[in-house]
Structure formats: structure tokens, C-alpha cells
């Protein structure tokens, strides 16, 4: 009988992880997510030359799951050590431990309220809201990503970020 459940062996995975250096674009294929061992992930959207506006920001012990197959991408922030889930895995995964159902549906489910958070953040009218909010939702975005993709993702311009930052 086995003990561990597939999350917890997915974060023991050291020597099957891939490690990503810095700002290292995900090319997708046939992956439908990537476990997160160690690291922070960034999924984007190409908006015109040389910008990017962030859509969803992942950390260690999540998966990062692109909202759109052909519009995003996904960029490690840091170095990052990642499991590449391909559907075949995952049908491995769920055949082989039983608890795995369950987990895959909690991770399902962490996904959506992570979209569900970036939405509500969004319908917020005012940067300083939106700031707060991101500030109790995922704190540590703040200390890995740059200066101009916090700004995008807030919805304002880098020189309003950087004034809003000092503030606080």
C-alpha cells in the first residue's frame, strides 16, 4: 500500500524536476501543467513589442496551468525547479495512486479561485485597492517579480507604481 500521496512525491522529485534559471520562457507542447518544486512562475500575455501584461503569478507547491493555449505563456521569475505534467501522466497519476482524484479535483478547484481572485482584482477601480488586495493574496509576488510587470499587472504604468510603492 502505498503512503505518500502523488503531490507529495511530485515536491520530492528532486532528481526527475527540470531546473529553470531566471526569466526561462515554459515552451508548451503536450504539457497540460507544471508542478511547482521550487520556484515562481509568471503566465503573461504578449500585448505588443517588448510588453507583457502578467495574468496570474504561481508559486512553490502549486501548478501552473496556462488560462489560454494559444494567447499565454508561461516565464520562471526565479529559479525554479518544475515537474512538466503531460496528460498522460496525469491519467498515470490518477490510475495508479487513489487519493489522486481527490487532490486533482483540489487543484482544479485552487486554480479557479486563483482566476476567481484575479478577476475580483480586477473589477477593483482604484491601483491602491488593487494593491492591497495582491498584497494579501500573494505577498511574496511583490519581492520576486520586476517592477514593470508588477505595475501591469496592477493595471497602472511603471512611474504610478513606483510612486504607489514609495507611499506605502
Request: hydrophobic share 40%.
Amino acid at each position: 500500500m502505498r503512503t505518500k500521496s502523488w503531490i507529495h512525491q511530485l515536491s520530492e522529485l528532486k532528481d526527475q524536476t527540470i531546473a529553470f534559471g531566471k526569466m526561462k520562457s515554459l515552451a508548451p507542447n503536450t504539457e497540460t501543467c507544471r508542478f511547482i518544486a521550487r520556484g515562481h512562475v509568471m503566465e503573461y500575455m504578449d500585448v505588443g513589442p517588448d510588453r507583457r501584461l502578467p495574468i496570474l503569478f504561481f508559486g512553490p507547491n502549486e501548478f501552473a496551468v496556462r488560462s489560454h493555449p494559444a494567447l499565454t505563456q508561461l516565464v520562471t521569475i526565479d529559479d525554479a525547479s518544475l515537474e512538466v505534467l503531460t496528460y498522460g501522466k496525469i491519467i498515470e497519476l490518477l490510475r495508479n495512486f487513489p487519493d489522486s482524484a481527490n487532490l486533482y479535483k483540489q487543484m482544479r478547484r485552487r486554480y479557479q479561485e486563483k482566476v476567481a481572485d484575479r478577476l475580483k482584482m480586477d473589477r477593483m477601480k482604484t491601483a491602491i485597492e488593487r494593491y492591497r488586495y495582491a498584497r494579501r493574496q500573494q505577498d511574496w509576488i511583490f519581492s520576486v517579480a520586476e517592477h514593470k510587470d508588477i505595475a501591469a499587472y496592477l493595471g497602472i504604468s511603471l512611474p504610478e507604481w513606483m510612486e504607489l510603492k514609495r507611499k506605502e
